[in-house]
């Protein structure tokens, strides 16, 4: 049981990636699945946030516009498509998947790294 993030890599200012995260040994659809950060020196911070249906997304101020957050339940994914990338984004990126059920379970990735740089 977990989950596999992919995507990440090095790209320009300016670029896009999209980011994936996988969940293996168990169905996602019953998950809301945040997307997180961490930059060397600094504290985890959430980037993304999506609903078990998708129904409802939600971003922090300086990802607003730039992210989008997504899901295929039927593929047990979800998504982050990142555009306009600034070179403080880069970050190992993390998701996170938390049981709707109330039952405390949760999952994290094991980090893909993003780095935006000339």
């Known amino acids: 049981v977990q989950l596999v993030e992919s995507g990440g890599g090095s790209v320009q200012p300016g670029g896009s990636l999209r980011l994936s995260c996988a969940a293996s040994?168990?169905?996602?659809?019953?998950?809301?699945v945040r997307w997180y950060r961490q930059a060397p020196g600094k504290e985890r911070e959430l980037v993304a946030g999506i609903t078990t249906t998708g129904d409802s997304v939600n971003y922090p101020d300086f990802v607003k516009g730039r992210f989008t957050i997504s899901r295929d339940n039927a593929k047990d994914t979800v998504y982050l498509q990142m555009n306009s990338l600034k070179p403080e984004d880069t970050a190992v990126y993390f998701c996170?998947?938390?049981?709707?059920?109330?039952?405390?379970?949760?999952?994290w990735g094991q980090g893909t790294q993003v780095t935006v740089s000339l």
């Open positions: 996170h998947a938390r049981a709707i059920s109330g039952s405390g379970t949760s999952f």
């Open positions: 040994g168990f169905t996602i659809s019953s998950y809301d």
